[in-house]
Nanobody
Framework: QVQLVESGGGLVQPGGSLRLSCAASGSIFRIAAMCWYRQAPGKQRELVAAISSGGSTNYADSVKGRFTVSIDNAKNTVYLQMNSLKPEDTAVYYC??????????????WGQGTLVTVSS
């Protein structure tokens, strides 16, 4: 069984920074990509950033230039550095892993979510 444990959320003032972490554990053969999604109250979950095991990245237009996603393949951990935070960044942030487990089984695993609140 594969588990994702997120950390780093909290309350921050507008213009501030936070760093989210997501550590994957369990029977992982190969990670294809790890992603960060977010869901604000009353809104649909949206993709924030994605990174492949090879380091290719993709960002939502709303966070380009402010957020940076990175991956430590040795630790099966993905990070999201969030700078210049805005109140509209307030949401529950979810980590998602896509890859292969034992027996080449496809994995699509979600973390429990971590709340980020941007407010003065």
């Amino acid at each position: 069984q594969v588990q994702l444990v997120e950390s780093g959320g909290g309350l921050v003032q507008p213009g501030g920074s936070l760093r989210l972490s997501c550590a994957a554990s369990g029977s992982i053969f190969r990670i294809a990509a790890m992603c960060w999604y977010r869901q604000a109250p009353g809104k649909q979950r949206e993709l924030v950033a994605a990174i492949s095991s090879g380091g290719s990245t993709n960002y939502a237009d709303s966070v380009k230039g402010r957020f940076t996603v990175s991956i430590d393949n040795a630790k099966n951990t993905v990070y999201l550095q969030m700078n210049s935070l805005k109140p509209e960044d307030t949401a529950v942030y979810y980590c998602n892993l896509r890859g292969y487990g034992l027996g080449n089984r496809w994995l699509d695993v979600w973390g429990q979510g971590t709340l980020v609140t941007v407010s003065s």
